[in-house]
């Protein structure tokens, strides 16, 4: 398939500047003004449009089990709700209990994405580690997976111990793989916890109170330690706060090579929202948990500066009415996540560009560019030039629109964004030169996505 796409406005990490785009055999092969269209291309007339890199989600959660339930999505309706977004890869975190092996977790997982109308790969979840799994780890390093997991949080059954953390580390930084972390202090936590019940506090308000801001910095000094110890290269996934970025910054300035993640729940919620009367608020517990607005601004402020490397969702779609309801009686037992996989983008843009939060280069940077490069896909992907893979988003900055269930490709039974505006909208959502989706509508062709195999740069 040829495509054109003429008189956009291309806007990458460090570019913004009018031209064309000619597409063959999946990749951008010119770039420049007044190109001619080949007798069999598509053309496109991108004018009075932005012209991006497919975006970046390098944190979902899709094929989940987890505190008793499943995930509602699949990489069919996942896939797709990502698309009409403007997301054309997705990172999903492989997540193995203690009991199950690496490698026949890696399977599962791979097959699970199989119908996938977007690219993917994966971050390898490790939950315990002894010989055999290290032998498993280095071959699914070997398969292309260039990026591990930790938990630092769910003790008893995602989480690490320090030995397992450290020796997790070591060979991380071996084989040059860089290592997702969720920092929180698991002992704290399952403390903070029994307390609060003991007290009769059982609601989903009191989630934030059972996990506050400094378990969360707790947990990133605590990586941050091992961080340095080891050398191994490290990311802090959906970082909340202040404090949690105050450690970072502390061990950068100590040499360790720490990069930050954050999600959009946190740039756009607080924690009133998970306050919510009559259980309402269950559809805001997320691990780390919301936060007092006041983080707000610190974060925002972290991304335009690049302290915060990214932007992603921690997407992991749960409904309402039973499964968020197990939780009823007690907040420990509601399952996290606040679906968002459909709608980081058109917030981002909304919250973050259109209120002057974001320049539209560290737009692209924070939603595309950082993640490639941090997880081994750049220049194939995250930027347009000649020679990437022909993923691009045409985006129509004029578009106004509100974000509601009933109209979201998400398998899930609420939006956690339920009428807010929007301002802005993908136009035109191609992966490797295919269409995938046009004016918030999938178009495309389930199974068309491929797994991209990643090699491991984290080595100095």
Known sequence: MTLLIKNGRIITASDDYVADILCEAEVVTRIGPHLDAPADAQVIDAAGKYVFPGFIDPHVHIYLPFMGTYAKDTYETASRAALVDGTTTLLEMCC???????????????????????????????????????????????????????????????????????KTLSLAKELGVIVTAHCENENLIDALQKQLLAEGKTGPE???????TQVEAE?????????ELTGAH????HTSCRQALEKVQAA?????????????????LDKTYAERPNFEGAKYVMSPPLRDAVEQPTLWAALRSRLISTVATDHAPFDFAGQKEMGRDDFT????????????????????VCRGHLDLNTFVDAASTQAAKLFGLYP????????????????????????????????????????????????VVTVRGKIQAREGQFVGELGHGQMLTREPTHFN
Not at 234 to 237: A, K
Not at 334 to 352: A, K
């Open 96 to 166: 193995p209990t203690r009991s199950e092996e690496p490698l026949a977790a890696f399977e599962l997982w791979k097959s699970k994405a199989a119908k996938s109308a977007c690219d993917y790969s994966f971050h390898m979840g490790v939950s315990r580690f002894d010989a055999e799994c290290e032998a498993q780890l280095r071959e699914i390093v070997n398969q292309g997976i260039a990026s591990f997991k930790v938990f630092l949080a769910y003790k008893g059954a995602l989480g690490v111990t320090d030995e397992e953390l450290f």
């Open 206 to 212: 009191w989630h934030e109170p059972s996990r506050p």
């Open 219 to 227: 947990g990133v000094h605590h990586l941050m330690t091992f961080a």
């Open 234 to 237: 490290v990311y802090c996934v």
């Open 252 to 268: 950068r300035l100590r040499g360790v090579r720490a990069w930050v993640e954050t999600v959009i729940p946190y740039l756009t």
């Open 333 to 352: 037992k509601i399952p996290n996540g606040i679906p968002s996989v459909e709608n980081r983008i058109q917030l981002l843009y909304t919250h973050g």
């Open 380 to 427: 194939r992907k995250g930027t347009v030039q000649v020679g990437s893979d022909a993923d691009l988003v045409v985006y129509d900055p004029d578009y106004r629109g509100k974000i509601s269930a009933q109209t979201q490709l998400m398998d899930i039974d609420y939006s956690a964004f339920e009428g807010w505006e929007i301002e802005g909208q993908a136009s």
